[in-house]
């Protein structure tokens, strides 16, 4: 065992929500000093970029197959789009005196820990360069200019978290939120490039600590103390027009760069401090690695009904604060779509660079021709015996579906169950199914740490893939991170670490709160604009 997992099992563990106490959290809240969401840097020079909300005569259903969509060109307007579509602003929601914003990818606490780069070599339309991206006021502030020439051309997208947005809500628990955030940030941004033609690499090399010197995160001076960056993931960007740009190529540019800017404060008291997550992410720090990319056939998802536009979709993505518990059955044909959408060799998983290494145990309540009770849907089906070891011997195991790897183990109305073992949230038993994303655990983390954070990534990308499907199929869903760990494990059968449910979820038939007021994502620009 590598001398950091025993610190990963440890946080795991203690980070663990119970029956009879939650994670260590703050005790108080005051929301009036809720940390910023925008994060910006002062004395920086600012790229603005095209305005917001352009569509695209792409179907979402055309994302099944993305080599059959036109490329869009590289320029200005295209990464702007991009940047939009995956991070962008979404939505306004008032209620009362409070208005937030929501966006295109989801957050934990809709707190945005998040933060996107853009870092630009050879291109006529950005500054060579690291760019920050402030999806409030969808802008690029130019972080560093890279002096030196290259002879190549490529646009790289980097990825980092600000734990302390997370852990003022969640305390212990929030290092985990962070990086489900991230798989839904890598998710929205791979969405979003297929829209436009283009597709995404993850760089799995890259370690934490060059893509913090990529992204000038190492340059403790420029971030108020306890408000600094964790380097997460580094992404090229493929076009028709690029080839892609080699790692130590980007990497060369550095020393060359001129940095500018300062993270303005995110202005909030820090009251509690949580040393676990700092430990946490030491001990999950990922090194320099060189990995052999996991590949699988590629097979289209179940056919979609859905006539709507990728943009659409993606903008009108939303998590359900309440469901309809006396909905018709969700149709058979939209929830096997769903489930097929999430297999590895779906179209969104080509650029996951590993193998799967989580399973869904699904809770299903109210799906047309699918008997209530619980099933399992294997994303790899070499995990089956494996599971039928670590769970529970009253499941069956009975293969219910033609072509998917997908299995009757239970019957029962298991809608009270479900509920308590989410936090006792209605979402979880008012929807047509719910679900525990069930990792390969132990075994993933033992010789490399690091990976703890790949796999909440994971969690976090089938979240994304469920999140649009749901509302390409007229219904929607929602990410569930409050859940009791062990009393998941123990109506599964699972007693260690070899299996450990680490996200949930649930889709259903949204009810809308007719007290929230809905506004358009970016009309404050138009005014602002209006105004100059
Ligand atoms: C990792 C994660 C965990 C979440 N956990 C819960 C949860 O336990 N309960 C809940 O009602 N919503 C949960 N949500 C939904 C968020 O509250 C929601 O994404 C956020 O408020 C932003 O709203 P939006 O998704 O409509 O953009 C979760 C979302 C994510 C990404």
Redo the contacts with the bound molecule.
């Keep these: 065992m590598n001398p950091k997992t025993p610190a990963i099992l440890s946080y795991h563990q203690r980070t663990k929500h119970t029956l009879q106490r939650y994670a260590k959290g703050p005790e108080t809240l005051d929301w009036e000093d809720q940390p910023d969401p925008f994060r910006r840097f002062s004395g920086c020079a600012v790229s603005p970029l095209p305005a917001p909300g352009r569509d695209l005569p792409v179907l979402f259903t055309d994302l099944d197959q993305p080599e059959s969509i036109a490329p869009q060109p590289l320029d200005n307007a295209n990464v702007g789009l991009l940047l939009e579509l995956a991070f962008g602003l979404s939505a306004w929601k008032q209620f009362g005196p409070s208005r937030w914003a ?2 295109c990818n ?5 707190l945005h820990p998040t933060e996107a780069y853009v870092i630009s070599i050879g291109q006529d339309f950005l500054v060579s360069g690291v760019h920050h991206y402030v999806s409030h006021d969808h802008r690029l502030e130019q972080r560093c200019q890279f002096a030196g020439s290259s002879s190549e051309a490529g646009l790289f997208i980097a990825l980092s978290s600000v734990h302390w947005r997370e852990a003022w809500k969640y305390g212990e628990r929030a290092f985990r ?1 962070c990086q ?2 991230i798989g ?1 940030a890598l998710g929205a941004l791979r969405y979003a490039a297929a829209t436009l033609g283009w597709s995404v690499d993850i760089l799995v090399e890259a370690g934490d600590e060059e893509i913090a010197k990529l992204l000038g995160l190492d340059r403790s001076g420029d971030f108020k103390k306890r408000e600094d960056e964790a380097p997460d993931v580094l992404c090229r960007i493929r076009t028709a027009s690029l080839a892609p740009v080699p790692y130590p190529t980007l990497l060369e540019q550095l020393p060359s760069a001129t940095w500018s800017g300062k993270a303005d404060s995110l202005r909030a008291y820090h009251l509690y401090h949580w040393p676990v997550i700092d430990e946490v992410a030491e001990a999950a720090h990922k090194p320099l690695t060189h990995e052999v990319l996991w590949q699988t056939a590629a097979q289209p998802p179940l056919p979609s009904a859905c006539q709507r536009s990728a943009a659409q979709i993606i903008r009108q993505r ?2 359900a ?1 309440q469901f309809d518990g006396k909905m018709p059955a969700l149709p058979s044909a939209d929830f096997y779509r769903m489930l097929s959408a999430v297999l590895p060799s779906a179209a969104t998983f080509a650029f996951w660079p590993s193998a799967p290494k989580v399973h869904l145990f699904i809770f299903v309540h109210r799906v047309e021709g699918v008997t209530p009770g619980l099933y399992a849907l294997l994303r790899d089906e070499a995990a089956l015996k494996p599971l039928q070891a670590a769970t529970s011997a009253l499941f069956g195991w009975q293969k219910h579906h033609g072509s998917l790897p997908f299995y009757h183990l239970y019957d029962g109305d298991l809608k009270v169950i479900a509920k308590t073992l989410s936090c006792h ?1 209605p ?1 979880a038993s008012d929807s047509a199914f719910s679900l525990a994303m069930v990792a390969e655990f132990q075994t993933t983390i033992e010789a490399e740490p690091w990976r703890y954070r790949r796999l909440f990534w994971e969690c ?1 990308l089938i ?1 994304q893939v469920l999140y649009l499907e749901a509302e390409a199929a007229g219904v929607r869903g ?5 859940y009791f760990d062990d009393s998941v494990h123990e109506i599964l059968g699972i007693k260690d670490d070899t299996f450990q449910s680490l996200y949930h979820f649930t889709v259903g038939k949204p009810l809308e709160d007719s007290r929230l007021q809905t506004f358009p994502a970016y009309s404050h620009l138009q005014a602002q604009g209006q105004q100059q």
Excluded: A, E, K, V
């Design positions: 929501l966006r989801p957050s934990s606490g809709n939120y489900h955030d839904h939303r998590s604060q949230q979402i976090g979240g929602t990410g569930i991170g409050c």
